[in-house]
């Protein structure tokens, strides 16, 4: 491998070295860039470091940092470079040193010079002979501020890699591959580089908005998709084929009347037997016999592909797309499969993790193994769980957690190994015994204000340092540092429950609830006001999504149109734009719905005093002392009414309806706006946004608006425990009675048995 190192725009950076205000990093998402002209993309290092725009930071003596760089099965790179921009301390010596490593090989050694600390090198990759995955790309730096009796953490001694402006070049061709059903991940590749997938999905003229079964195909069909894809946004994009195509029976192709868009990568083609005939070989037509699934290389280019689901039937196309979106399906390496049949079970519930004892659940059974961290900068343990604020019980504010933990001898005093919640720290144990211990229940208590829907994630993070801490002059020995977290630790989770508080948008946003209480979306029903392939295109797009917030497919969820009946519908989501949607709805809608209502905003309260009413809720609550329970408050609201429409905005409103149902409806003014609206909403920065009844945001994703609930619902079945400690809180004068009544009830059952068998007795005697 060769390595260049230059230096250009000296006069421009010495003449910035010399000024000390800073410029502002843009903030806009780091996307990569693609010429088409000559096949380059531009990866940004901070795309490559979880689309991070933080510099990558090298502090110490001998620090280290690596990135992930994918390669994806379905590109060959003809050639790469790193273009770096860094700056590094004006207090290190020329005996420093910044090295670039790809797989662990150096391939580059960077001079430091203190009297230009901002640099630019350009590097060339080799990429011959590397087989698809992940592949590292490492920085290391050696730095010193003196020849020797150096102090090996001071704090001068530090580089910083701009993440934003540092970027690879890599040109690179599509090629072709082996078709394979056993290999369809490396065509639907996470590793491509790219920011989102457009998934093209072929359909024959008007039949997808006809047929509920083939609407059912195309929902399960984009969730398949978006699955593959982890957590890039996949926008679904409907395209009807051309009408009247005549077919010649003497053409070679295997799809003689479909022609894939120029800017996609591949397509589904989606449709039964006899829908597709005009646009199938006759060999093709003659292997759907039942439902079908074929992977075939496109007659337009080879290194493209056709995903085929079909069937003879809609119903069998149905079931062909929802073997597809079964997790953990595994298919055989050929290049099409048919299936003859397929039960699913249908309303089942999350997954729950088995209780090593009650309420406790140990952390390998949340798929936690035993981790040894070393060193003075180890990183972290992580551990991830599920959960959501309303099955944690109200009368206590934290959860307990019991942590076995080990750590090794020579630890200074000031070692700790500090908990963190979501990002927040909790806790701190100590690591101060200097010959080493082995806890067992540790007590950590988590507060329940730190949870969060959906996702959490605990992080064991040491801060260790030994008593021989180094110095000036002084070595610093590090390998006895040992910490390790052990997997019978446990934490004490309540039973997952479906019961939460509604409207709430970010809810939705983190968990997919209400919509994912029964995970495979049983009871679901998302309404699609019409037909057209814009319309029909943003709905599946969000199913997608919910299918990546779900982690699992929900294949009992329903597409309908207007008009259908909603029987077995316990959740409700509408899609149109705003003058398609049913009449009911856009009355019931609580905000951005123009003419009719487009905002209720709680401006402050209404207080008002009532002696009766408060000592009638302090025989309930006698622990709340009684002024606190005079008054009563109402809130005081400003409803807001619009004549114009949303403009270039969508919207995204979440509400009751008069049937008690939860309701999330998606709309704009028209339905090209929605489907630009639906583009932008399930990118990260957008959806992430999400809170409160009702959201809505421009084309661009940067004018964000919140509009947040005056009113609160609940739905589900509250927890039993959580019920009866909360009552118990808040009626103590009842628990009390309950308790004397128990009490009272024993005594006399007592008193029942003893004068019984003095009755018994006197008749012997």
């Not at 421009?12 to 096949?39: I, W």
């Not at 207007?562 to 003058?579: C, K, N, P, S, Y």
Request: hydrophobic content about 40%; overall charge negative.
């Amino acid at each position: 491998m060769k390595s260049y190192f230059h230096r250009f725009g000296l006069l421009a950076l010495l003449c910035l070295l010399g000024t000390t205000a800073a410029t502002a990093q843009p903030m806009t998402p780091l996307r990569v860039e693609f010429e088409p002209a000559n096949g380059e993309y531009r990866i940004p290092l901070g795309w490559l470091n979880g689309r991070s725009h933080a510099p990558i930071e090298l502090y110490g003596s001998g620090a280290r940092q690596t990135l992930k760089l994918p390669l994806p099965a379905r590109l060959a790179v003809e050639s790469g470079r790193l273009e770096m921009v860094y700056t590094n301390s004006i207090s290190l010596t020329p005996r420093s040193q910044l090295a670039v490593t790809f797989n662990e090989r150096v391939i580059a050694q960077l001079p430091v010079n203190p009297r230009q600390p901002d640099n630019i090198a350009l590097i060339n990759l080799e990429f011959a002979h590397l087989e698809p995955g992940y592949h590292d790309l490492g920085f290391r730096a050696a730095q010193h501020y003196v020849l020797e009796c150096e102090d090996p953490s001071a704090p001068e001694l530090y580089s910083q890699i701009d993440a934003i402006e540092s970027s690879l070049y890599l040109t690179a061709t599509r090629r072709a591959i082996e078709p394979s059903l056993a290999r369809l991940d490396e065509i639907f590749d996470n590793r491509l580089w790219i920011d989102e997938y457009r998934l093209q999905l072929l359909v024959p003229p008007g039949v997808l908005g006809e047929n509920e079964s083939l609407q059912q195909a195309a929902a399960q069909i984009s969730q398949f998709v978006a699955a593959t894809f982890a957590f890039t946004p996949v926008l679904v994009r409907v395209n009807e084929l051309a009408e009247d195509v005549e077919k010649d029976p003497l053409s070679r192709y295997q799809f003689p009347g479909v022609a894939l868009p120029e800017s996609s990568w591949d397509a589904v083609l989606l449709g039964t037997r006899d829908q597709l005939a005009p646009y199938l070989s006759d060999v093709l037509l003659d292997d759907i016999q039942s439902s079908y699934v074929g992977i075939h290389p496109s007659d337009q280019d080879p290194s493209r592909f056709i995903l085929l689901v079909s069937g003879t039937t809609p119903e069998e196309v149905k079931q062909a797309a929802t073997l597809l979106n079964l997790t953990g399906l595994a298919l055989p390496d050929r290049q099409s499969v048919s299936l003859t049949e397929l039960r699913l079970d249908s309303g089942y519930q999350r997954s729950r993790p088995p209780q090593s004892e009650p309420g406790w659940v140990r952390f390998d059974q949340l798929g936690f193994t035993t981790t040894t961290l070393k060193g003075m900068y180890p990183g972290a343990a992580q551990l991830q769980f599920w959960s959501v604020r309303e099955i944690l019980n109200p009368s206590r504010p934290y959860v307990d957690l019991q942590l076995n933990y080990a750590y090794g001898s020579g630890f200074d005093r000031k070692s700790a190994l500090n908990i963190f919640l979501n990002g927040q720290f909790v806790q701190a144990l100590p690591l101060q015994n200097v010959e080493g211990e082995q806890i067992y229940r540790a007590r950590v208590r988590l507060p329940t204000v730190a949870f969060r829907d959906g996702i959490n994630e605990l992080r064991f993070e040491p801060t260790v340092i030994g008593v021989d801490i180094g110095g000036a002059c002084a070595p610093i020995f590090t390998d006895h540092l040992y910490v390790s977290i052990f997997e019978d630790s446990r934490i004490e989770l309540p039973p997952i429950s479906d019961y939460m508080r509604l409207p709430d948008l970010g809810l939705f946003s983190q968990t997919g609830l209400p919509y994912t209480r029964l995970i495979d979306g049983e009871g679901v029903s998302v309404l699609v006001a019409d037909n057209r392939p814009e319309t029909l295109g943003s709905a599946l797009t969000l199913i997608a999504k919910l299918r990546q917030v779900n982690n699992a497919p929900l294949t009992a969820l329903r597409l309908t149109n207007a008009g259908e009946a909603m029987d077995h519908t316990d959740t409700l989501i509408v899609i149109g734009e705003v003058d398609a949607l049913p009449a009911t709805i856009g009355a019931q809608m609580t905000a951005f719905m123009p003419s009719l209502h487009w905002q209720t905003i709680q401006m402050g309260s209404y207080y008002e005093r009532s002696l009766a009413a408060g000592f009638n809720r302090w025989l309930e609550q006698p622990m709340t002392p009684l002024p606190r329970l005079v008054e009563t408050s109402e809130p005081a609201i400003a409803r807001v009414t619009l004549g114009e429409g949303l403009g270039r905005s969508t919207a995204l409103v979440q509400f009751k309806n008069e049937d008690g149902i939860p309701v999330t409806v998606l709309t704009a003014a028209n339905p090209y706006q929605l489907e630009l609206g639906v583009d932008r909403l399930v990118e990260h920065r957008v959806w992430s946004a999400m809170s409160g009844a009702a959201f809505m945001w421009s084309t661009d994703g940067k004018t964000l608006s919140v509009a947040e609930p005056v009113n609160h619902f609940f739905v589900g079945e509250a927890p039993v425990t959580g019920r009866i400690s909360y009552y118990m809180s808040t009626h103590p004068w009842w628990s009390v009675l309950a308790v004397l009544a128990f009490i009272l009830i024993l005594v006399s059952l007592t008193w029942w048995l003893l004068r019984r068998r003095a009755k018994k007795f006197e008749s012997e005697y």
